[in-house]
């Protein structure tokens, strides 16, 4: 078995000779595959499969019988090497060194283990007597009284616990004792004084917190956390450039009844601060143009007024100018005209051309 220098198996070697038995004969002459073909089949870079077809040459598994046209070296396999049985032996007697290696990891193991559970398993330290040997339990777990009573363990450099009453000044017990059990009554809480003036709580400056906190009590459910922040980062700004709280409150108001993005609430808090009354503007501009105070008509007004008009004259006469109580048209009308003139002309012996006027 072809080994490295650190006697470890060499596969890279192996996969090089797979690669030329592939493209080898039966009895193992004429294999040349080029060097991109096998770095192609195996993997490996040009160098590292040089050095391997050294090392094959090197154990007699394969030897170099020419060059062909393409410049590829011919190589011939080496079929009659057998491996040795010795190698299967030394295969599993390195097996065997593993496994034993292994189970003697697990031993020391075990026995840390085990090693550790003893100790945990020993008798507890706070028996005095097993390990003192003294007949005293004065070092034996300290029990504490809250009782009252008189008692050595509990002393004044005891630590004292939330429980334990604390200890009242030795004096004229008679004079300063109040009656047991008596419930004291709470004293009246006075308002801060600082710099000897009354703070008082609703003076308090207003914040984002508390504008924030009020938007979310008009909330039906409460908003995801980054849409909270948001507000409150907007709501912060605002403050900062000095704007009435109240302002930002109307402002929010609208902005909820729109439902945009956190960030129109400035363009909200603008439209509520800048808000103008509404302008008081005359009746005729406010009716529109050409507005005629008598009649209450405007331009346009009084033009489809006029449609209007010339429109039903034409439903009454008909069309072509028919008139329903002559029951006459245009033509009819024309021609009564005609007939007229040619009777006058014939009673009167002129031609109808020089009777009429000029």
Request: hydrophobic letters at 30%; charged letters at 30%.
């Amino acid at each position: 078995m072809l080994l490295t220098d650190k006697g470890k198996p060499d596969t890279t070697a192996r996969y090089v000779l797979w690669a030329l038995a592939e493209h080898a004969h039966a009895d193992g002459s004429n294999s040349y595959p080029s060097l991109l073909t096998i770095e192609y089949r195996t993997g490996l870079n040009e160098t590292t499969i040089r050095r391997a077809l050294r090392r094959l040459e090197d154990g007699k598994l394969i030897t170099a019988d020419g060059v062909t046209e393409r410049g590829c070296t011919r190589w011939r396999l080496s079929m009659g090497i057998v491996r040795p049985e010795s190698d299967q032996q030394a295969l599993a007697e390195r097996e065997r060194e593993r496994r034993e290696q292994t189970a003697s990891r697990v031993r020391k193991h075990r026995a840390r283990a085990s090693g550790d559970s003893a100790v945990t398993d020993s008798k507890p330290v706070t028996e005095m007597d097993a390990v003192t040997g003294a007949e005293s339990v004065r070092n034996g777990p300290e029990v504490r009284y809250v009782t009252g009573a008189e008692s050595v363990r509990n002393g004044r450099s005891a630590p004292r616990t939330s429980s334990e009453p604390v200890p009242e000044p030795v004096g004229n017990s008679s004079s300063s004792a109040e009656p047991p059990n008596e419930p004291q009554q709470a004293e009246p809480e006075t308002p801060e004084v600082l710099d000897g003036e009354l703070v008082d709580e609703t003076d308090a400056p207003v914040t984002a917190q508390t504008i924030t906190g009020e938007w979310l009590e008009r909330c039906n459910k409460r908003p995801p956390s980054r849409v909270i922040g948001q507000v409150a980062k907007q709501i912060k700004t605002l403050l900062e450039e000095n704007i009435e709280p109240d302002d930002i409150r109307r402002g929010l108001a609208a902005w909820m009844a729109k439902g945009y993005a956190p960030g129109a609430i400035p363009t909200f808090v603008n439209e509520a601060m800048n808000a103008s009354p509404p302008a008081r503007t005359a009746p005729a501009a406010a009716a529109g143009v050409g507005y005629d105070p008598q009649t209450g008509m405007t331009v346009f007004d009084r033009a489809r007024a006029r449609i209007a008009a010339r429109t039903a004259a034409r439903q009454q006469t008909g069309p072509n100018g028919y008139d329903p109580s002559t029951g006459m048209d245009l033509f009819d009308r024309a021609m009564e005209r005609a007939k007229a003139r040619d009777a006058a002309n014939e009673d009167g012996g002129q031609p109808a051309s020089s009777q009429e006027p000029a």
